[in-house]
């Protein structure tokens, strides 16, 4: 069965980094979009980037731009998160998903590895 396996959360003080990681299994990983989500608590849900299977190209909200970028290595099926300048609103639990290149929305999510930024 498919598997989306985070790590690479935890505590860390306004203006750090830290590093993502999902290892995916049960797929053809190359054929999926990646993508990565979060969800603070008392609130939905948000996208936060996006790397397709074709080209790599990425996708970012707004508010990460300049500050996350997202990677993936097909050779080992992990997606990458690089979180640089964390704020405290960066704080929530981090989501990684796949979308098959042939699908509208995305089929498998991860159990999520949570991210605390402290003022």
């Known amino acids: 069965q498919v598997q989306l396996v985070e790590s690479g959360g935890g505590l860390v003080q306004a203006g750090g980094s830290l590093r993502l990681s999902c290892a995916a299994s049960g797929l053809t990983f190359s054929s999926y979009d990646m993508g990565w989500f979060r969800q603070a608590p008392g609130k939905e849900r948000e996208f936060v980037a996006r790397?397709?299977?074709?080209?790599?190209?990425?996708y970012y909200t707004d508010s990460v731009k300049g500050r996350f970028t997202v990677s993936r290595d097909n050779a080992k099926n992990t997606v990458s998160l690089q979180m640089n300048s964390l704020k405290p609103e960066d704080t929530a639990v981090y989501y990684c998903?796949?979308?098959?290149?042939?699908?509208?929305?995305?089929?498998?999510w991860g159990q999520g590895t949570q991210v605390t930024v402290s003022s």
């Open positions: 790397i397709t299977w074709s080209d790599g190209r990425t």
């Open positions: 998903a796949a979308k098959h290149s042939l699908s509208g929305s995305y089929n498998y």
